[in-house]
């Protein structure tokens, strides 16, 4: 009898401790599905939105990155194409110095041939 009281005593604390885990698991769990409750409802649209405003700004940046990128291919253009005509101007106002450099050198070796014969 004796020894029956002790296997009885020794099942029910082994019970009981089973029952305070089971209670505290339980208790776990429900901390951690409130937990992920809070991070389904509050933190990931709160990231949500972090996330879609980061994108419209950098999206508005790199728009503004391609149209000063355009703007400065422009004015490259136009400089270029500035600088291109200066310079043919330039080559043909030299053409028109050497064709008439030319037409004076001809000019004078006719007169002297002519003044020679």
């Known amino acids: 009898m004796?020894?029956?009281?002790?296997?009885?005593?020794?099942l029910s604390s082994q019970i009981e401790n089973l029952q305070a885990e089971v209670q505290q698991e339980y208790k776990n769990r429900?901390?951690?599905?409130?937990?992920?409750?809070?991070?389904?409802l509050e933190e990931l649209p709160q990231l949500r939105e972090e996330i879609s405003a980061e994108i419209s700004l950098r999206k508005d940046l790199e728009s503004k990155i391609e149209e000063q990128f355009l703007e400065?291919?422009?004015d490259l253009?136009?400089?270029?194409?500035?600088?291109r005509r200066e310079r043919e101007s330039k080559e043909e106002?030299?053409?028109?110095?050497?064709?008439a450099v030319s037409s004076r050198v001809q000019d004078a070796l006719f007169r002297t041939k002519k003044e020679r014969y």
Do not use: H, M, P, W
Request: net charge negative.
């Open 72 to 74: 400065q291919i422009n």
């Open 93 to 99: 106002e030299l053409v028109a110095v050497l064709k």
């Open 2 to 10: 004796d020894c029956d009281k002790r296997i009885f005593t020794r």
């Open 30 to 40: 429900g901390s951690t599905e409130e937990y992920l409750q809070s991070v389904l």
């Open 77 to 83: 253009k136009v400089t270029f194409e500035e600088e």
